[in-house]
């Protein structure tokens, strides 16, 4: 049975965050163990150095070399460095992202590799991570750049069934208005549709769908971007038969609890879809890339340098974004099973 479990690839985050803590935290549970193989790509040098902090003594990780040498009853980690690292636990630093990068470099090539089934990402600082390398505002930016294509990606907030996803990520506010078209609106409403179809196995997604402007610009009073933009995407959908609802007021769209009647509410941006989120699902929530090839998820929280090293950090997040990767994962799986050419499976079992 150890062969088919999922192989869970783990960025370490920040080096100098609450990344590698909750990494550890988790997988302290021995029943993480049963449900998939992680694989951990850092230093063994930087975890011990994040496990005594905490003052764990009774956990290690199996340092191996290439998947191929993973034991599917431990906590794996492959050295993606070599050289000792100044920790500052708590501060911003320059290795901080230099290391997170070279992290999630050797992660990203091991799922193109399709040496890991699934991704999840510890939390980096967007700033100290900018390199020549990495000039990304973010994980989903530079994971579409990797596995897909410009606009073919979307950020999705989960929490059992309450799902916010966002029409624009993260660029300045004094920018949305002018990214938004009523073309790029339609194409995340498809992505996020595709999505709850494909991955989470919800038959006729209902779509809420957020307006702009206060009281959704009440008629144009108050902005006319609902009227122009958001309402032919809105109506473009619906013709071509999806359940899509809305502009909705963003205030009393979950003031009054009316995001409970929907599979999933699409945001026109980042902080008017993650604010009510993080307020209700904030120990519970998972970031999810939707839209690519590949299933990643992270924590819905950042590097917490507030509380880096001082064991206060909660690995619920993390943990769910485990459980939801790996629920993806299988739930696309299946439903790329059954949507298979009827007629090419038929012609395979005559050919047995």
Known sequence: MTEEKIIVGITQGDINGIGLEVIIKTFLDPQMLEICTPVIFGSN?????????????????????????????????????????????GKQTESGG??????????????????????????????????????????????????????????FLISDNFRVAVVTGHIPLASVAKELTTEKIIKKIQILHNSLIQDFSVRKPKIAVLGLNPHAGDNGVIGDEEKLIIMPAINKTKEDGMLVYGPYPADGFFGNGAYKNFDAVLAMYHDQGLIPFKTIAFNSG???????????????????????????????????????????????????????????????????
Do not use: C
Request: aromatic share 10%; charged share 25%.
């Open 98 to 155: 230099t290391y997170a990068l070279k992290s999630l470099e050797a992660a990203a090539y091991a799922l193109s590799q399709n040496m890991i089934d699934v991704l999840i990402t510890a939390p980096i600082n967007k700033e100290n991570i900018q390199s020549p390398d990495f000039k990304f505002p973010g994980h989903t930016e530079y994971l579409e750049g990797k596995f897909g294509k410009n606009g073919s990606s979307l950020m």
């Open 286 to 352: 998972v970031n999810f890339t939707a839209g690519l090839p590949i299933v990643r998820t992270s924590p819905d929280h950042g590097t917490a340098y507030d509380i880096a090293g001082k064991n206060m950090a909660s690995e619920e997040s993390f943990r769910k974004a485990i459980y939801t990767a790996i629920d993806i994962y299988k739930t696309r799986n299946q439903y790329a099973e059954i949507t298979a050419n009827p007629l090419s499976i038929s012609l395979k079992k005559k050919d047995r």
């Open 45 to 89: 040098k930087t975890a011990s150095y994040h496990r005594k902090a905490l003052n764990i003594e009774d956990f290690s990780f199996n340092q191996i070399r290439s998947i191929s040498e993973i034991n599917h009853k431990r906590a794996n980690i492959i050295n993606v460095y070599e050289e000792d690292v100044i920790i500052e636990l």
